[in-house]
């Protein structure tokens, strides 16, 4: 096996391992870090899958995710106060039901967005994503800019995700699958075709591919299995609302792709975990310095709101001068 | 649907649209003649709205902070082309939207940071505050009457400026081949520099007239830059003159479309439906019309002649 299916291996059974260990030892908070992560993880390696593989630079994948929440908030929400019945609380209904809607909007939208190329597409999937969020703020219903708490989480049988342990195992273990179909996908004649696109588009056409179809299929599994993440967090957060849709959340999701290396297995996961620790960090480490001020001057400022500022700067200084991202630096020592 | 009603509603639909143009205007040149994506320029249209408030405070004159905040922003677009899109350039795509997203988030939180959480009200002097008699009992606000002509009045300088002036000829020219401009001993560099800066201005001053209407307030520029985008890709991306008949379009349509379109259902569905379907469509409005312009002309309705 090669340095990297190595390395891949290690991550993998240390973020099965780490959680679970953390949640017994009573950190249950770094538990529920480490299911955000993973969550988080699926919808970036969905991502990858347009982005890396495919050269599709996505702008809105952040609608994906908070679609999938609401298809679990809001039949939890007529379940509570309409009475319609039990099936509204079925796990395999909300997920059946987010993936059946992310799928369609993906597959109108991309139809779409996939007759532009290059900035057209940036933008075109960045105004879809926020027209999703418009349309969700104007229902007042489920709750419009205040957002929807869900009232229940979704039932699977033999499974209670109120329990954060089963919660975060069922992510867990959707994140392998996800990263397992997303490897047979890219390797198998339908992923080669993808990446031959993204390689020459012209050329790819003339070998007599429709490019279009293909990237088409492509942006609705992507879509799909965003979606799917998004029935997940709606299912860990237990609140939804359309901030979760947001574009920073599209770029957020962006960065983790990035930050972990496109066009890799792997560096989604790396990428979202890197995300999610360096968030941990800045607010932690500007907690501290917000205590030290305080105790030894006297100043009470409150700076761990303003995480964003080194974490603006670090995004900025990683794109000029990190090329590969995460992945990069791990197969650069490999030659 | 009354008479005075629709006047003011499509005044209201003007104003939105030459603000958009303000803002999607930069955001074609930059586009057009750098070939670079700036989603920070929401972030020049919120910065020139919080230097226009304190401005107006310092000074105690609206106008005369407009004024001086116009310079103000052009030097920021000046540093923020140093800083952060000249090493940009040679880069795709991507790396454009990721760096200028790295720079929102830090532009944004350093906004938090000086002027704090709270949006600033902007007080007009008391001759700006007045309303002007149209005919019979319909009346405008004199602001937004300003607001209308200011951003007419932009609009045409600016068409002067890239149509009939030196300036304007290297920037037309930027635009088809900046090698061949370069080659024929243009500073392109600074010319680049000043069209951004150009760029940031027209978005400051975009900021500074909405700001006594809504008030100067993180994110406002966020909101707004989608809307702009939407603007180009309708209009075709680094064409000004579709930028400009975009930009009226969205604003009119948004404007229109939030106010009559409850009222154009009742005509098709039962009253409580329109009631409730009208704001939701409303709200899609303008990513529908989008969505159509491109199943048709994936260009846009007006793509420059050279690219």
């Known amino acids: 096996m090669t340095r990297k299916t190595w390395i891949t291996l290690a991550a993998m059974v240390a973020l099965a391992v780490l959680p679970p260990v953390f949640y017994w030892t009573g950190n249950a908070f770094y538990l529920d870090l480490a299911t955000r992560l993973t969550i988080l993880a699926i919808a970036a390696v969905s991502l990858n899958l347009i982005l890396g593989y495919g050269g599709l630079i996505s702008f809105g994948h952040a609608a994906y995710l908070g679609l999938g929440a609401y298809a679990v908030g809001i039949p939890a929400y007529h379940w509570l106060y309409d009475g319609i019945g039990d099936w509204a609380t079925n796990g395999f209904v909300h997920i059946g039901l987010a993936v059946a809607i992310t799928s369609t909007f993906a597959l109108i939208t991309g139809a779409i967005c996939l007759r532009t190329r290059g900035v057209y597409f940036i933008m075109i999937t960045m105004a879809f994503a926020q ?104 299912n860990f957060t237990t609140f939804i609302s359309p901030e979760m849709m947001d574009w920073r959340t599209s770029g957020e999701l962006m960065f983790m792709v990035i930050l972990g290396g496109t066009a890799t297995i792997l560096g989604p996961v790396l990428g979202s975990a890197a995300f999610i620790l360096l968030e941990e960090i800045l607010v932690d480490s500007l907690t501290w310095v917000e205590h030290l001020l305080d105790g030894i001057l006297g100043m009470k400022i409150e700076l761990s709101n303003y995480w964003h500022l080194p974490f603006g700067l670090l995004l900025i200084i990683i794109v000029l001068y990190v090329r590969g991202g995460l992945m990069g630096l791990i197969n650069r020592k490999e030659d | 649907m009354d008479l005075s009603l629709l006047v003011i509603q499509m005044l209201n639909g003007l104003q939105l649209g030459l603000l958009l143009f303000l803002v999607a205007s930069g955001l074609t040149l930059v586009f057009g003649i750098l070939d670079f994506v700036n989603l920070a320029h929401g972030a020049l249209y919120m910065l020139g709205a919080f230097f226009c ?201 948004d404007t229109l479309g939030r106010s009559f379109l409850d009222d154009i259902f009742k005509f098709a569905m039962s009253t409580e439906a329109a009631e409730t379907s009208a704001p939701a469509v409303s709200a899609m409005l303008i990513y529908i019309i989008m969505a159509a312009v491109l199943a048709f002309r994936p260009q846009g309705l007006f793509p420059p002649k050279v690219r």
């Open chain 2, 53 to 253: 408030a304190t401005l107006t405070f310092a000074l105690g004159n609206f106008l005369l902070a407009v004024f001086v905040s116009i310079p103000i922003m052009a030097a920021v677009g000046w540093v923020l082309e140093r800083v952060l899109a000249r090493p940009l350039y040679a880069r795709d795509h991507l790396d454009h939207v990721l760096g200028t997203f790295g720079a929102i988030l830090v532009i944004d939180t350093l906004v938090h940071l000086i002027w704090g959480p709270e949006g600033i009200q902007v007080p007009l002097p008391d001759y700006l505050e007045g309303q002007v008699p149209l005919w019979g009992d319909v009346v405008v606000p004199t602001f937004r009457l300003l607001i209308i002509g200011a951003g007419l009045g932009a609009a045409g300088l600016l068409f002067w400026l890239v149509n009939y002036t030196r300036l304007g000829m290297l920037i037309r020219a930027g635009a088809s081949n900046r090698t061949m401009v370069s080659a024929l001993g243009i500073n392109i560099e600074m010319l680049f520099a000043l069209v951004f800066a150009l760029g940031a201005a027209l978005a400051g001053l975009a900021g500074m007239l909405i700001a006594p209407i809504t008030e100067a307030s993180i994110g406002m520029g966020n909101n707004i830059i989608i809307t702009a985008f939407v603007v180009i890709i309708v209009g075709g991306i680094g064409s000004m003159k579709g930028a400009f008949i975009a930009a009226l379009l969205i604003g009119l349509i």
């Open chain 1, 131 to 234: 027209m999703i969020y418009y349309l969700i703020v104007s229902i007042e219903t489920y709750g419009g800019d205040d957002g929807l708490v869900i009232d229940t989480r979704s039932e699977f049988p033999g499974l209670n995700l109120d329990k954060p342990l089963q919660l975060f195992g069922l992510a867990y273990v959707s994140l392998v699958v996800v990263m397992l179909l997303v490897n047979m996908i890219v390797n198998s004649r339908f992923g080669m075709v993808l990446q031959a696109a993204k390689g020459n588009n012209e050329r790819t056409v003339t070998l007599g591919f429709n490019t279009y179809i293909f990237q088409l299929v492509a942006y609705v599994i992507s879509g799909a299995i965003a979606g799917y993440a998004g029935a997940l967090l709606g």
